[in-house]
């Protein structure tokens, strides 16, 4: 490649990253608020097939994703894998392991992991050069403790972003969650999300002294949801309202309810934002249950329509929960 040639190619790949940097962070403006949308898609097969309305859900598997204080009632050791299939070569992953401690406690971790594959790099002249991807991550650790009937919950969440060879941004969030069952089948829930994160880009090591910082905060959510439950808690319904500091106000719904022993079918709608009710998109799912000794292994399925009905995400999840 001649000098020429090269600072062309190097001109380039110095554009292209400003504009996907500007593409990326606009998007995240107009649709979610800011910065980290690939972590309000959702968390596993369960919850998104849910619609996402799982700030009161407290049965069953519970991440502490969607409010850290539903960790407190894990009734057993549970594990989960997941992958999502997205379109635009999107992908979207998921990792965790949660544990009862005691009667009054629960903890979990979790890694989400989100990218794009495939990204066709050219030149000035049209002629291909690599295959770029990117990738963007959040590893989490919840802990939850009851305190006479309310259970308070932390999470604390470190994001990690690499977009390009050298340009990469880190932050630092929490969230915090309470849960109060008013009864055996009622349970209120709410929860404070994304509280001081944001991701800060250094361009200094792409551009020397050209380079500057840029810091893009997320948005802080805020979740108030109700639940209720069968009494043999073969069923649910779940209804939650968020609301966020760049004036996006979202309701949520979600159902699920176990036809047999080994399955169980659920639906939800999620993004019903009342400014913009286009937005609003369901989402429908199941779980295939089985028992093996001790162990009692799962495999979930989500089909969740995004916005405006333009594309569809498909998530698979294998659980195993230890009896």
């Not at 062309?8 to 980290?36: P, R």
């Not at 979202?250 to 169980?264: K, N, S």
Request: net charge neutral.
């Amino acid at each position: 490649m001649t000098n020429h040639a090269g600072e062309k190619y190097l001109s380039f790949n110095k554009f292209t990253i400003l504009c996907f940097l500007f593409f990326t962070v606009d998007a995240h403006a107009q649709v979610a608020g800011t910065a980290g949308s690939f972590a309000r898609l959702g968390f596993g097969a369960r919850g998104m097939g849910m619609g996402n309305a799982m700030t009161a859900v407290i049965e069953g598997e519970n991440s502490g994703y969607y409010n850290p204080a539903t960790v407190k009632f894990l009734d057993a050791q549970y594990g989960s894998i997941s992958y999502g299939s997205l379109s635009l070569d999107r992908k979207l992953n998921a990792l965790f392991y949660g544990t009862p401690i005691d009667t009054n406690a629960g903890v979990s971790l979790r890694i989400l992991n989100a990218g794009v594959t495939n990204i066709d790099g050219r030149d000035l002249d049209g002629f291909h050069t690599e295959t770029y991807s990117t990738s963007e991550n959040q590893f989490s650790l919840s802990f939850a403790l009851r305190i006479r009937k309310i259970t308070l919950g932390l999470s604390t969440k470190i994001y990690y972003y690499h977009l390009f060879e050298d340009l990469s941004a880190t932050g630092l969030g929490f969230d915090v969650g309470l849960v109060y069952p008013i009864s055996h089948n009622v349970v209120v829930g709410a929860v404070i999300k994304d509280l001081n994160a944001q991701y800060r880009w250094d361009t200094s090591p792409l551009y020397d002294q050209k380079g500057n910082t840029t810091i893009n905060k997320f948005p802080i959510r805020r979740a108030l949801g109700i639940s209720y439950s069968l009494d043999d808690k073969s069923g649910l319904v779940s209804v939650e309202f968020e609301n966020s500091n760049v004036s996006t106000n979202i309701i949520r719904v979600g159902a699920e309810y176990a036809v047999a022993d080994f399955l169980t079918l659920r639906s939800g709608v999620d993004g019903w934002n009342v400014d913009d009710p286009q937005q609003a998109h369901p989402a429908f799912g199941f779980t295939v249950t089985t028992t093996i000794n001790k162990w009692k292994p799962a495999f979930t399925y989500a089909y969740v329509v995004e916005p405006y009905n333009v594309f569809a995400m498909h998530i698979l999840a294998l659980s195993v929960k230890l009896q």
